[in-house]
């Protein structure tokens, strides 16, 4: 039996990655595969960084803590966003290590189809593509709503009464750490 790494993503916490695991489990048994680890994302993977239940099975791939026969993804753009280069990376990081890459929507993804490499580039193409579309027209969007006087961003509420001040930590301890740093260079 097969060992599977599945890997599912969603691209806000609104969105549910079970669609695609119920799926991907009963694809997993058709095929007679057995899953081992699954690793979720509930963020947008608009840029490297952000995908950190990627980075952990790599991890776990590269340093032999686990085997895998299989990486199973519900479609290649569920990988990556970020165009040829960055999708034919991840899949060659994974297949270095004896694991197949395989996505249940692109079936034609099979390691042994003579046509791969060019289905591969051009569906990578495709989600890049459709990535900065969205990313335009959002910005479209908000420079209208800012000419019609929108105010952008959440409501003012009590994490801005001035009464409470919020313990600082992470990046906004970095941020005012900077920003002391930075006035006092300036002399201010």
């Known amino acids: 039996m097969k060992t599977v790494g599945v890997y599912t993503r969603v691209s806000s916490e609104e969105q549910d990655a079970q669609n695609q695991m119920m799926a991907i489990e009963n694809y997993c048994r058709a095929q007679g595969w057995d899953i081992t680890a699954i690793y979720t994302e509930s963020e947008s993977a608009w840029s490297s960084g952000h995908q950190h239940e990627l980075a952990r099975f790599l991890e776990a791939l590269e340093s032999g803590k686990k085997h895998f026969d299989i990486f199973l993804i519900f479609a290649l753009d569920r990988l990556s966003r970020e165009g040829v280069v960055r999708t034919f990376g991840l899949i060659n990081r994974i297949e270095a290590r004896g694991c197949q890459v395989v996505s249940m929507k692109?079936?034609?993804?099979?390691?042994?189809?003579?046509?791969?490499?060019?289905?591969?580039?051009?569906?990578?193409?495709?989600?890049?593509?459709?990535?900065?579309?969205?990313?335009?027209?959002?910005?479209?969007?908000?420079?209208?709503?800012?000419?019609?006087?929108?105010?952008?961003?959440?409501?003012?509420?009590?994490?801005?009464?001035?009464?409470?001040?919020?313990?600082?930590?992470?990046?906004?301890?970095?941020?005012?750490?900077?920003?002391?740093?930075?006035?006092?260079?300036?002399?201010?």
């Open 106 to 188: 692109e079936p034609w993804a099979a390691a042994d189809n003579p046509m791969r490499d060019i289905f591969l580039a051009i569906t990578a193409w495709a989600a890049k593509y459709e990535s900065d579309r969205k990313s335009q027209n959002t910005k479209i969007g908000l420079t209208k709503a800012i000419a019609k006087g929108s105010k952008l961003g959440r409501p003012k509420g009590r994490k801005d009464d001035p009464a409470k001040p919020r313990r600082r930590a992470g990046y906004l301890l970095r941020y005012a750490g900077k920003a002391a740093r930075e006035s006092f260079t300036r002399g201010k």
